[in-house]
């Protein structure tokens, strides 16, 4: 398969930082599986997703995140009634907690035994489950999901990357935006960011998967890839085959930002749409094909053969003002002369291309 590149390539090296909200439900020892796991498809079927993080808490003490109220306890050892769900969380807690004024949902899955009743009141680090393998588990761990302003399951754009609200005491967290990315885009970091104890391996993240409805940004962040568990230190992040680069530094405690607002200003921006030649020209296998936009646009760039007949479309979506890429790899294609058709808005322009094997 073609391989397609669409970003505008930047490097930023980042100091601001946030800082977690709530505290870990485990202790530090255990491992979370991955920030990876956040949106990641399921079962074979990209409009599901995996909509929590997987903690390899085995039958290990569970704490209350954070100060709040128990809502739910499901708990059922003959599996017949009651909250218990054989095919989905097992024995599950659900706590309500408050940040910034809003009512956020905490749910524990796949549990032991819980150790507290509906409308307990507890407090920051209160013991308040065993974890297990009840439920669809394939394994004894904790499955830890954080939900907006309600417990329900069906909810649209409720869900939000627990790695991001919590992590290890001295490890911090990394989030960003990587444009135009595809559903379960690789995010790779660089060097390996786990503390080993405990982590053992850890390979790369994913882009959050928005064909689920219910997988959301976070309030603040507006992310669509999150790195928990980060060991202070600076790290390089890329994506689409490194045309999305960031450097960033982290410290102990920190949630920070791989793309942090900017203000472009007014006199920066082209001042009239353009589409330049590609370059280089001829090109073997891949070739960068480069434009301005005066205003954000909905835009579509579209290679055809000589022959009218269509290619591939490398673009189609809406993107801001400003100077923009994209990468044209022609591996899998017979030498020849090819031609690029972008449409901006009301703007259109075609270049012939020509590839020399």
Known sequence: MKKLILSLIAILSITHAQSFRFKRPVKDNIQTNGSYLYGEPRYGNTALA??????????????????????????????????????????????????????????????????????TTVVQGQPIAISGNTG????????????MNTATYATPGSRRNAELWAGMTGMGAIYGRVPNAPNSTRVDISPDPKPRPPYTTYGYS??????????????IYNENYGIGDVKPGTYTITALGGTYTRIVT????????????????????????????????????????????????????????????????????????????????????????????????????IIKMTLNK
């Open 50 to 119: 995996h909509l929590g993080i997987d903690i390899a808490a085995r039958y290990d003490t569970v704490f209350a995140a954070a100060p709040g109220v128990i809502t739910f306890v499901g708990y059922n050892p003959n599996d017949t009634v009651g909250g218990y769900e054989p095919g989905g969380g097992g024995n599950y807690i659900t706590q309500r907690a408050t940040w910034d004024g809003k009512n956020v949902y905490m749910l524990h899955m796949h549990l032991q035994k819980p150790l507290v009743t509906s409308g």
């Open 136 to 147: 669809n588990s394939t394994g004894a761990h904790l499955h830890f999901e954080i939900r």
């Open 206 to 219: 994913l882009t959050y998967n928005f064909n689920d409805p219910y997988v959301g940004s976070d309030d």
């Open 250 to 349: 982290v410290g102990p405690g920190q949630v920070v930002s791989a793309d942090p607002p900017t203000d472009i200003e007014e006199e920066n921006l082209p001042s009239e749409f353009t589409l330049y030649q590609n370059y280089p020209n001829p090109f073997n296998p891949s070739t960068v094909i480069s434009f301005n936009l005066v205003e954000q646009s909905v835009v579509n760039a579209t290679v055809y053969d000589v022959m009218g007949r269509e290619i591939v479309t490398l673009i189609s979506s809406e993107i801001p003002a400003g100077k923009h890429s994209v990468t044209f790899d022609a591996s899998n294609l017979p030498s020849g002369i090819y031609l690029l058709r972008l449409i901006a808005g009301k703007n259109q322009n």
